[in-house]
């Protein structure tokens, strides 16, 4: 069965600051996805990362992918409070998802 | 740009009452899926669905559940009798070459 664990499951950051939710998964992949998820919303697609050293920036986020290692980064930079959510990710395999428990992101002045 | 739709967006029901949620999935799209989500916990597959017939179940997904594709544009998730553990956000999700998109849920409560 197919595990995917991500710490931290809770992120408090200040307002400028540096930070990274590791995403660790169990077996091989088709693809690893990052989502963001506000209060009672859908699930926001930001990254999918397909091969072994993928790496996608977008702003402030940037998520690489290390299939050796079964190890998905998401980097946060000089984090701003439109930042605040939850990430999710979400390891593909013959198109079904499973997803990691997702970090909780609070970002404060 | 093209998106899944979900219908209704919310729905509050008595235990024990049959559900119907409804999703139409990107047109071309060949793969469609069903998960859900309950309040602060993870997203969880429920069901696979490929060329009118179910590819894979969880666990969760036992006899009170089903799903078809009634129409060739729908597809739809029943609940055959509602308990107060299926309230939850469920998410439908399709794909044609492995990128899923997902609806904005629908919000389900059991009371």
């Known amino acids: 069965e197919l595990k995917v664990e991500q710490n931290p499951l809770f992120l408090s950051m200040q307002e400028g600051k540096n930070y990274t939710i590791y995403c660790n998964y169990s077996t091989t992949s088709d693809r690893l996805y990052w989502y963001r998820q506000d209060p009672g919303k859908s699930l926001e697609s930001l990254f999918v990362?397909?091969?072994?050293?993928a790496v996608k920036q977008e702003g402030r986020l940037m998520a690489s992918l290390d299939t050796k290692a079964r190890l998905s980064t998401l980097h946060i930079t000089a984090a701003v409070h439109d930042l605040s959510a939850t990430y999710f990710c979400a390891v593909a395999v013959y198109g079904k998802l499973t997803f990691g428990q997702g970090t909780i992101l609070t970002v404060h002045p | 740009e093209p998106e899944v739709t979900q219908t209704p967006s919310h729905q509050v029901t008595q235990m024990g009452q049959e559900v119907i949620l409804r999703c139409v999935p990107i047109s071309n799209h060949l793969y469609f899926y069903w998960y859900r989500q309950i309040l602060g916990q993870k997203v969880e597959f429920l069901v696979s669905?490929?060329?009118?017939?179910?590819?894979?179940k969880s666990e969760i997904f036992d006899d009170q559940f089903s799903v078809e594709r009634p129409d060739g544009s729908n597809f739809t998730l029943k609940i055959r009798s509602t308990k107060l553990e299926d309230s939850a956000m469920y998410f439908c999700a399709s794909s044609v070459s492995g990128e899923l998109f997902f609806g904005e849920g629908s919000r389900l409560t059991v009371l």
């Open positions: 990362l397909l091969s072994n050293g």
């Open positions: 669905f490929y060329n009118n017939e179910i590819s894979e």
